[in-house]
């Protein structure tokens, strides 16, 4: 039961945070319409596309991904799943906003280039991929970064740790943008597919999409949080890569 009430409140957090973080965007949204666009009758469903076709919609995604790079604990990944199944034109064009925001964000987290102490006081974030981390940069360098898609750490660790780890900027910016995009094409192959079919049953129901999609990405930030938790022990890495090296 307790495991339940905190997925449950873990939940409501994610929808609270989401929906505060876009208010000030959804406000400016408003306040651009002109009198007869804010008169016209649409259903909700096209209310929410069309302000997901505005400009005030590129700033939106570019600052979600600026600040998940230093310190927002939602990943891009989140808007992108709710995109792909909106009728618009301007999809990928908010992947380049999206990347974009990623450049400046880490730009930024390696300016200030919080402690670990400091990274560890982030909303769900632990020791444990804090260690983590640390240990990829030292076997691996950049390259570590490799690592952050699978491993579920939040790209903010690593970006906050990379100076600590004789990392440079431009490397830091090239291989991180170069992963994430790596990750946005996969999934957006994944999903885009499944549009046509999807498109028809969402449309009336966003916000009952909404309140599943943050409920299942609570549980897997729960999921994350508790493999990486007091118990965590590193992974050899090079073993790992050593044994899918023979695999193959």
């Not at 799943?81 to 730009?107: E, H, P, S, Y």
Request: include cysteine.
């Amino acid at each position: 039961m307790a495991v339940i009430l905190e997925w449950l409140l873990n939940g409501v957090i994610v929808q609270i945070s989401i929906l505060a973080f876009a208010a000030p965007f959804w406000l400016w949204y408003r306040m651009s319409r002109t009198d007869s666009e804010r008169d016209a009758h649409h259903s909700l469903g096209e209310h929410i596309e069309l302000f997901f076709s505005s400009r005030q919609m590129d700033w939106l995604v570019f600052c979600w991904a600026a600040a998940e790079a230093v310190v927002w604990f939602i990943i891009p990944e989140f808007l992108l799943l709710l995109i792909i199944f909106m009728r618009f034109r301007q999809r990928i064009a908010l992947l380049a906003w999206d990347l974009a925001g990623t450049v400046v964000g880490t730009t930024v987290a390696f300016a200030i280039s919080a402690s670990a102490a400091d990274v560890v006081r982030m909303p769900y974030i632990t020791a444990g991929m804090v260690t983590q981390v640390n240990d990829w940069y030292l076997n691996f360098g950049v390259g570590a970064l490799a690592f952050q898609p699978l491993s579920g750490v939040p790209y903010k660790v690593f970006t906050h740790l990379a100076s600590a780890n004789h990392i440079g900027l431009v490397s830091l910016v090239a291989v991180g943008t170069l992963v994430r995009m790596a990750r946005y094409v996969f999934i957006y192959m994944i999903l885009s597919g499944l549009y046509p079919i999807f498109h028809r049953f969402a449309f009336r129901r966003y916000i009952g999409v909404f309140i599943f999609s943050c409920m299942v990405f609570s549980l897997a930030l729960l999921n994350i949080v508790d493999i990486y938790g007091p118990n965590y022990e590193i992974q050899d890495s090079r073993s790992v890569i050593a044994e899918l090296l023979r695999g193959w």
